[in-house]
């Protein structure tokens, strides 16, 4: 099945810093999602970005799907930002085999 | 619209007991799909369904069946509870198998002891 590598596993920040997540993936996609899982477990859906730019507010992301990589950005982050950053794919031709996730990175902003 | 409703939020069950968990969505989606989380991991597919009546398995089917009587319907049953089945379970769905966002509940958090 697709693989999906998500670094940094961890990262500590303090509050106004700015970050760059990394999520590479092994084949084509069609689907590929940021999802960012709160401290009470849900999981927020950031963005819907198999190709291309999409911003909202401080979070941005571009995926690149020829070289088979997408990035989220976070500015000038805030202590409510903590959690973990899941990137999550869906292999192009998959039918409805549903996501695969990475690892996650966890996110811990201070004060 | 509610969106995708699991319930219950919390369970804890013993050794072989059996629970089904509850998932509903209001938006017609016709895809329906379970993953479990285990601590410090990303979510793997346990079961997907395209329709009443059509589910199949995902990476992680074993000790679990699901059925799809409704559209809006997609439940998870556990027959027999094992340690190994304590987990996160978030229920998801999706229109259909065009280009769109797979849309999440907020989870049924199980233990087994």
């Known amino acids: 099945g697709i693989q999906v590598e998500q670094s940094p596993p961890d990262l500590i920040l303090q509050e106004g810093a700015n970050s760059t997540l990394r999520c590479n993936f092994s084949d084509s996609v069609n689907n590929l999602q940021w999802f960012h899982q709160n401290p009470w477990g849900q999981l927020i859906n950031l963005f819907y970005i198999p190709s291309g730019t999409k911003q909202n507010g401080r979070l941005s992301a571009t995926t690149v799907a020829t070289e088979r990589y997408s990035l989220l950005y976070i500015s000038s982050s805030q202590t409510t930002y903590s959690g973990v950053y899941f990137c999550?794919?869906?292999?192009?031709?998959?039918?409805?085999?549903?996501?695969?996730f990475g690892k996650g990175t966890h996110l811990i902003i201070q004060p | 619209n509610a969106g995708v409703t699991q319930t219950p939020k919390f369970r804890i069950l013993k050794i072989g007991q059996s629970m089904t968990l509850q998932c509903t969505q209001d938006m017609n989606h016709n895809y329906m799909y379970w993953y479990r989380q285990d601590p410090g991991m990303g979510l793997k597919l346990i079961y997907y369904?395209?329709?009443?009546?059509?589910?199949d398995k995902g990476e992680v089917p074993n000790g679990y069946n699901v059925s799809r009587s409704t559209t809006e319907d997609f439940p998870l049953r556990l027959e027999l509870a094992a340690p190994s089945q304590t987990s996160v379970y978030f229920c998801?769905?999706?229109?259909?198998?065009?280009?769109?966002?797979?849309?999440f509940g907020d989870g049924t958090r199980l233990s087994i002891l």
């Open positions: 999550a794919v869906e292999r192009r031709g998959g039918g409805a085999d549903g996501l695969t």
């Open positions: 369904s395209v329709g009443a009546g059509i589910t």
């Open positions: 998801a769905s999706r229109i259909d198998s065009s280009n769109q966002p797979q849309h």
